[in-house]
C-alpha cells in the first residue's frame, strides 16, 4: 500500500518522512513536492519523489497515482490555499486513495479570530463531502515559532503580547510529525473520520513563557501585555513587518485571549506512545 506525503520539502514534511521511513525502512512512501531536488536524501533511503502543485492540478494525477493513504499537509499562504487543498482532495479520490489525513488547526470553529481557522474549515468540509475515510489532525501552534520572539525578549527585557491573559499549548513540529507518521503508518481504519487536537503538554501563559525564557536564558524578561492595534504598530515599528502581516498574527494572540488556543489532549501520548516536548524543552535546545 502506498503512503503518500505531500509538501514533502518543508520542515513538517521531512520529518514526516524520515519518521515513517525509520520506523519501517521499506515502506512504500511516496513524497509529493514542487522540488525534487530537495529529497535526494530521502529517495537514497528508498522514497519515491514526484513532482506535484496543488497550483498546477494537472501535475497531481501522476503525483498520487496508486497511492491509498495520503498525508496533505496544508500550505502556507493563508487565504489563498482552499482552491489548492481542494484540487488535492479532488485529485487523490480520482486516484483512488482511500483515506486522507489532512494537517487542520485547532478549533477551526466560524467564531475562531484566527486567520487560518476559515480556510482550514473550508478544507475540511470539502474532505468531510469526499468520500474517503478522513483525519484531521489539529496541530497547536508550533513551539518553534516561540524562538524569535524569544531572543528578542531575552535582548530587551521585554515579551510583548496581545494575548492578555490567554493560554496557548504550543507543540513540537516533531511531535507533530510523529503523529502524522502514526497515522499513515496504522492498520486498518483505526483513524478513519477522527480528529485530534496535537498539542503539547501544557497550556502556557504568555506570563509563565516569559518565565521559561528568563529561565533559559539567564536574564530577566517581563511579559507586557497590550491590545491589537499596540501589537501591530509595534511589530511593524520594531521588528520590520508589514503592517498586513502583523495584523494576521495578531490574530494569534486574539484567539488565545478569547481561549480558543489552550486545549490540551493526549494524540501524541495516545499515538506515538510517548510523552510529548515541552515548551521548555524545545527551547532550552535553540537559544
Known amino acids: ?29 511516496v513524497l509529493v513536492t514542487r522540488s525534487p531536488d530537495k529529497l535526494a536524501d530521502l529517495a537514497a533511503r528508498g522514497a519515491e519523489v514526484r513532482a506535484g502543485d496543488f497550483d498546477d492540478p494537472a501535475t497531481l494525477a501522476d503525483a498520487f497515482a496508486g497511492g ?25 479520490v480520482a486516484a ?20 487560518v481557522a476559515a480556510d482550514h ?15 484531521f489532525l489539529r496541530n497547536s501552534i508550533y513551539t518553534e515559532m516561540l524562538v524569535d520572539g524569544a531572543r528578542a525578549a531575552l535582548a530587551n527585557g521585554t515579551y510583548l503580547v496581545n494575548e492578555g491573559d490567554g493560554a496557548t499549548s504550543h507543540v513540537a513540529r516533531a511531535d507533530c510529525a510523529a503523529v502524522a507518521a502514526a497515522v499513515l503508518l496504522a492498520t486498518g481504519d483505526a483513524h478513519a473520520n477522527k480528529a485530534y487536537d496535537v498539542t503539547g503538554p501544557a497550556a502556557l501563559t ?13 536574564r530577566p524578561v517581563t511579559a507586557t501585555l497590550v491590545d491589537d492595534d499596540a501589537w501591530v504598530a509595534a511589530m511593524v515599528e ?11 498574527y495578531a490574530t494569534f494572540g486574539a484567539a488565545a485571549r478569547l481561549g480558543y488556543s489552550g486545549a490540551v489532549s493526549t494524540a501524541v501520548e495516545d499515538l506515538v506512545g510517548r510523552a510529548p516536548r515541552s515548551v521548555r524543552d524545545v527551547l532550552a535546545e535553540r537559544l
Open 1 to 29: 500500500m502506498s503512503l503518500i506525503i505531500t509538501g514533502a520539502s518543508g520542515t513538517l514534511g521531512r520529518l514526516t518522512a524520515e519518521a515513517v521511513l525509520t520506523a519501517h525502512p521499506g515502506a512504500d512512501l
Open 68 to 92: 491509498k493513504r495520503l498525508l496533505l499537509i496544508s500550505t502556507d499562504a493563508v487565504g489563498a490555499r482552499v482552491a489548492g487543498h481542494r484540487a488535492a482532495i479532488d485529485a487523490a
Open 96 to 115: 483512488g486513495v482511500t483515506a486522507i489525513a489532512y494537517t487542520s488547526v485547532g478549533n477551526p470553529s466560524d467564531s475562531n479570530p484566527a486567520a
Open 121 to 135: 474549515r473550508a478544507t475540511e468540509d470539502h474532505l468531510r463531502a469526499s468520500g474517503v475515510a478522513w483525519t
Open 206 to 218: 504568555a506570563t509563565e513563557r516569559a518565565a521559561i525564557f528568563a529561565e533559559i536564558g539567564g
Open 238 to 248: 520594531h521588528a520590520g513587518l508589514p503592517e498586513s502581516a502583523a495584523r494576521l
